[in-house]
Nanobody
Framework: QVQLVESGGGWVQAGGSLFLTCTAS????????MGWFRQFPGKEREFVAT????????YYAETVKGRFTIDRDNAKNLVFLQMNSLKPEDTAVYFC??????????????????????WGQGTQVIVSS
């Protein structure tokens, strides 16, 4: 059974940092695109960042570019999201996602949400002002 489990969420003051980890089990995702999404209360889930199979290509939402960094450790089946300079508007539930067939995306835009096959349960991030 494939599982994605996020950890590392919590409460932090504005300007602080958090480090999220996505632990994948049940299959090897070293050949697949992985991503992070977030969902604000009462809103649709939105894209945050994505990484290709070997970490050579990354893509970020404009709202987090320069503050967040996505990375992966294929030997341990892990994906990370380093979040710096956090703002209250980053408060959301953060989800890890994995695509099962593709090592990378083609074209200037990352894979849309509906192209991901596996999802974690999410981890809450709260940034206070």
């Amino acid at each position: 059974q494939v599982q994605l489990v996020e950890s590392g969420g919590g409460w932090v003051q504005a300007g602080g940092s958090l480090f999220l980890t996505c632990t994948a089990s049940g299959r090897d995702f070293s050949a697949n695109v992985m991503g992070w999404f977030r969902q604000f209360p009462g809103k649709e889930r939105e894209f945050v960042a994505t990484i290709d199979f070997n970490g050579g290509i990354t893509y970020y939402a404009e709202t987090v570019k320069g503050r967040f960094t996505i990375d992966r450790d294929n030997a341990k089946n892990l994906v990370f999201l380093q979040m710096n300079s956090l703002k209250p508007e980053d408060t959301a539930v953060y989800f890890c996602a994995a695509e099962k067939d593709r090592p990378f995306w083609v074209g200037p835009s990352p894979l849309p949400e509906e192209e991901y096959d596996y999802w974690g349960q999410g981890t809450q991030v709260i940034v206070s002002s």
